[in-house]
C-alpha cells in the first residue's frame, strides 16, 4: 500500500484544513488483516460519533451508497468489532453496526488485488469485477479515548443513555464482576449476585449470644487523589479497611459487606478497578462482598468522578464486646502505627500541597523518595486481623484514629470520669504530617484533631498486660489513663 506507514495510517489534508491521520477502510469481504490498526487509548470518530470505547480495535466497512464526491462524503454502513478484554475478561468479538455519514477530503485510494481475501473471491465473485474500485480510504480523526461511551453504539441512543444514565451498560459491568466476587464468598452466602438483596445465613458456631456489629463509611476527598492520578484499584481498599476497623475495635470480626458508587458517568476500566480493590479487600479481612448499588447521577457529579460509600456488619459474642467500660486511671494507651493520612484529612492536606506548596501528585514529596501522589494514596491499614490476636478480656478499649483524629475519638470509648493523656514526643510522627504543618501553619493542636499523626489504632490495657499486648499488637506506648472527665490531653 505506497504513502502508508507500518500501523496502517497516513496523514492527509480534511475540509477545516487541519490534517489527520487516516485509517484503510475495507470493502465488507475484504480481508482487513493487512490494515489492522491497534489503537492503543484512542477512539475513532465518525463525524461527532464515537463508534467503540474499547482497545484494541479492527475496523472493516461497507461503502454501498457510493462516494459522492461533490460532497466529499462516503454515504454507507460501517462494521465495527471491538476486543472486550476488561469487560468481559476474554477475548470476546461483538459485531455493531452505523448509519452515519463521514465527511472527508481524502484522496481516492484503490485497492489492488493482493488486499482481497481468497475467499471473498471464491464466495462473491461479482465483488471480483468491481473490487478495487469499490475500496475507498475513510478519514477518520483519532482523540483521547473516552472508555465510558456504550460498547453496543447505535446510530441513536437510547433516551435514558442520552439523559446520562446508561442502563445497558451498567448491567453489561455487573455481569462482569461474578468471577471475583464469588472469590469473597463463603458457605454462608447464598442465592446469586444481582438479586435484590444480598443473602447470608445467620449461624455463628460457638457463640452463645451472638450481636451484629453494623457501620457505614466512605472515604471522604480521598478520592480527588484517585481522579488525579487516574488510579483506582486502591481506594476500594481503603474503603473495606476503614470499614472493618471500625467494628474491630468492638471486638467484632467482619462477616459481609455492601457498597455504593455514585458517578457522572459509568467508565467501564474504572469501573472495573474499583471493585477489584473492594473484592481483594474483602477478600482479605474474610468478609464477603455481597450486594452494592450503582448510581449514574450526571446533574450532581464532574465530569470523570465518583463518590464512593460502603456498610458493613460483623458479629462479636456479647460477652466478648469490647467497650471501655473497664478502663479505669492507671492503665496504659498503645498506639498502632498508620500508614500515612489513611481516609481522614484530605481536604486540608490538598490545600496545603496543592494550592499552598503548589506541588502537583507526580511532584516528588520533599525529603522523600515518593511522589506526593504515592504517598496520599496509601492504602488505609486492616488492623483486624491484629487485635483478634490479642487474648480475651486483655484489651479494655480500642479506638480508631479517623476523623477527629486522637483528641476526638479517644474520647468515644472513655469513661466520663477518665482522661487519656497522650504523650506527643513518644512516638515519631511521619514526614507527612510535619510538612502539612510547617507548610499549612496548622497549630499543634488542631493538627491531632484533623489527622491521625502516624497512630491509626489505640488501646487502652492494664499496666500488667502492656507488655504482651505491645508485642501481640506490634505498638508502643504513648499514654496513659488518669482521672478527668472523659476528655484526651496532649501533652507536647
Given at each position: 500500500?505506497?504513502?502508508?506507514?507500518k500501523?496502517?495510517?497516513k496523514?492527509?489534508?480534511?475540509?477545516?484544513g487541519?490534517?489527520?491521520n487516516?485509517?484503510?477502510?475495507s470493502?465488507?469481504?475484504?480481508?482487513?488483516?493487512?490494515?489492522r490498526?491497534?489503537?492503543n487509548?484512542?477512539t475513532?470518530t465518525?463525524?461527532?460519533?464515537?463508534?467503540f470505547?474499547?482497545?484494541?480495535p479492527?475496523?472493516a466497512?461497507?461503502?454501498?451508497?457510493?462516494y459522492?464526491?461533490?460532497?466529499?462524503?462516503?454515504k454507507g454502513?460501517f462494521l465495527?468489532r471491538?476486543?472486550?478484554k476488561e469487560i468481559l475478561?476474554?477475548?470476546?468479538?461483538?459485531w455493531f453496526?452505523l448509519?452515519?455519514t463521514?465527511?472527508?477530503?481524502a484522496q481516492?485510494?484503490?485497492?489492488?488485488?493482493?488486499?482481497?481475501?481468497?475467499?471473498?473471491?471464491?464466495?462473491?465473485?461479482?465483488a471480483?469485477?468491481?473490487?478495487s474500485?469499490r475500496?475507498?480510504?475513510?478519514?477518520?480523526s483519532?482523540?483521547n479515548?473516552d472508555?465510558?461511551?456504550p460498547l453496543d453504539m447505535?446510530?441513536?441512543?437510547?433516551?435514558?443513555a442520552?439523559a446520562?444514565?446508561d442502563?445497558?451498560?451498567?448491567?453489561?459491568?455487573k455481569?462482569g464482576i461474578g468471577?471475583?466476587?464469588?472469590q469473597?464468598?463463603?458457605?454462608?452466602?447464598?442465592?446469586?449476585?444481582?438479586?435484590?438483596?444480598?443473602?447470608?445465613?445467620?449461624t455463628?458456631p460457638?457463640m452463645?449470644?451472638p450481636v451484629?456489629?453494623?457501620?457505614v463509611d466512605?472515604?471522604?476527598?480521598?478520592?480527588k487523589i484517585?481522579?488525579?492520578?487516574n488510579?483506582?484499584d486502591?481506594?476500594?481498599a481503603?474503603?473495606v479497611?476503614?470499614?472493618?476497623?471500625?467494628i474491630?475495635?468492638?471486638?467484632a470480626?467482619?462477616?459481609f459487606?455492601?457498597?455504593?458508587?455514585?458517578c457522572?458517568?459509568?467508565?467501564?476500566?474504572?469501573?472495573?478497578?474499583?471493585?477489584?480493590g473492594?473484592a481483594r479487600a474483602?477478600?482479605?479481612a474474610k468478609?464477603?462482598l455481597?450486594?452494592?448499588?450503582?448510581?449514574?447521577?450526571?446533574d450532581?457529579y464532574r465530569k470523570g468522578e465518583y463518590?464512593?460509600?460502603?456498610c458493613?456488619?460483623?458479629?462479636?459474642?456479647?460477652?466478648k464486646?469490647?467497650?471501655?467500660r473497664?478502663?479505669?486511671?492507671?492503665?496504659?494507651?498503645?498506639?498502632?502505627?498508620s500508614?500515612?493520612?489513611?481516609?481522614?484529612?484530605?481536604s486540608?492536606?490538598?490545600?496545603?500541597?496543592?494550592q499552598?506548596?503548589?506541588l502537583?501528585?507526580?511532584s516528588p514529596?520533599?525529603g522523600s523518595?515518593?511522589?506526593?501522589g504515592?504517598e496520599l494514596l496509601?492504602?488505609?491499614?486492616n488492623?483486624?486481623?491484629?487485635l483478634?490476636?490479642?487474648p480475651?478480656?486483655?484489651?479494655?478499649g480500642?479506638?480508631?484514629?479517623t476523623?477527629g483524629?486522637?483528641?476526638?475519638n479517644?474520647?468515644?470509648?472513655?469513661p466520663?470520669?477518665?482522661d487519656?493523656v497522650?504523650e506527643?514526643?513518644?512516638?515519631r510522627?511521619?514526614?507527612?504530617?510535619?510538612?502539612?504543618q510547617?507548610?499549612?501553619?496548622?497549630?499543634a493542636?488542631?493538627?491531632?484533631q484533623?489527622?491521625?499523626?502516624?497512630?491509626?489504632?489505640?488501646?487502652?490495657?492494664?499496666?500488667?498486660n502492656?507488655r504482651?499486648?505491645?508485642s501481640i499488637?506490634?505498638a508502643q506506648r504513648i499514654g496513659?489513663?488518669e482521672?478527668?472527665?472523659?476528655?484526651t490531653?496532649?501533652?507536647?
Open positions: 500500500m505506497p504513502g502508508f506507514a500501523d496502517g495510517g496523514n492527509v489534508k480534511l475540509k477545516d487541519k490534517e489527520k487516516i485509517i484503510p477502510v470493502n465488507a469481504g475484504y480481508n482487513p488483516c493487512g490494515w490498526a491497534w489503537l487509548n484512542t475513532i465518525l463525524g461527532l460519533q464515537n463508534v470505547d474499547q482497545d484494541p479492527v475496523v466497512g461497507s461503502f454501498e451508497n457510493g459522492d464526491e461533490s460532497l466529499a462524503t462516503i454502513r465495527v471491538s476486543v472486550e475478561n476474554a477475548d470476546v468479538i461483538r453496526e448509519a452515519s463521514i465527511s472527508s477530503d481516492r485510494i484503490r485497492g489492488s488485488r493482493d488486499w482481497r481475501s481468497p475467499q471473498h473471491t471464491r464466495e462473491r465473485p461479482e471480483d469485477a468491481n473490487g474500485e475500496i475507498k480510504s475513510l478519514a477518520v483519532l482523540k479515548r472508555v465510558s461511551t447505535t446510530k441513536t441512543k437510547k433516551a435514558y442520552r446520562g444514565v442502563v445497558d451498560l451498567a448491567n453489561r459491568l455481569r468471577a471475583f466476587v464469588r469473597t464468598h463463603r458457605r454462608q452466602v447464598v442465592g446469586k449476585i444481582g438479586g435484590f438483596g444480598g443473602l447470608f445465613r445467620a455463628f460457638g452463645r449470644d451484629l456489629v453494623a457501620s466512605g472515604v471522604g476527598t480521598k478520592v484517585a481522579f488525579a492520578l488510579k483506582h486502591t481506594i476500594g481503603d474503603l479497611n476503614h470499614c472493618v476497623d471500625d474491630a475495635v468492638l471486638g470480626r467482619p462477616l459487606f455492601l457498597d455504593y458508587i455514585g457522572e458517568k459509568l467508565d467501564p476500566r474504572v469501573f472495573d478497578q474499583l471493585l477489584r473492594l474483602c477478600r482479605a468478609c464477603a455481597i450486594g452494592g448499588e450503582t448510581a449514574q447521577l450526571g450532581m463518590d464512593l460509600a460502603g458493613i456488619v460483623g458479629v462479636v459474642d456479647r460477652t464486646i469490647i467497650d471501655g473497664k478502663i479505669k486511671p492507671g492503665d496504659v494507651v498503645l498506639g498502632l502505627a500508614n500515612g493520612l489513611h481516609t481522614n484529612g484530605y486540608l492536606a490538598r490545600k496545603i500541597l496543592f499552598k506548596m503548589r502537583k501528585p507526580s514529596l520533599p523518595t515518593i511522589t506526593v504515592e496509601r492504602v488505609h491499614k488492623y483486624q486481623p491484629l483478634a490476636k490479642v480475651s478480656g486483655v484489651t479494655k480500642f479506638a480508631h484514629i476523623g483524629g486522637l483528641i476526638d479517644l474520647p468515644r470509648i472513655l466520663s470520669n477518665c487519656a497522650i506527643t514526643k513518644s512516638w510522627v511521619p514526614s507527612i504530617f510535619q510538612i502539612l510547617k507548610n499549612g501553619s496548622v497549630d493542636q488542631e493538627m491531632y484533623v489527622f491521625n499523626m502516624g497512630i491509626g489504632m489505640v488501646a487502652i490495657v492494664a499496666e500488667q502492656a504482651s499486648a505491645v499488637l506490634r496513659r489513663i482521672p478527668g472527665s472523659g476528655t490531653v496532649l501533652k507536647f
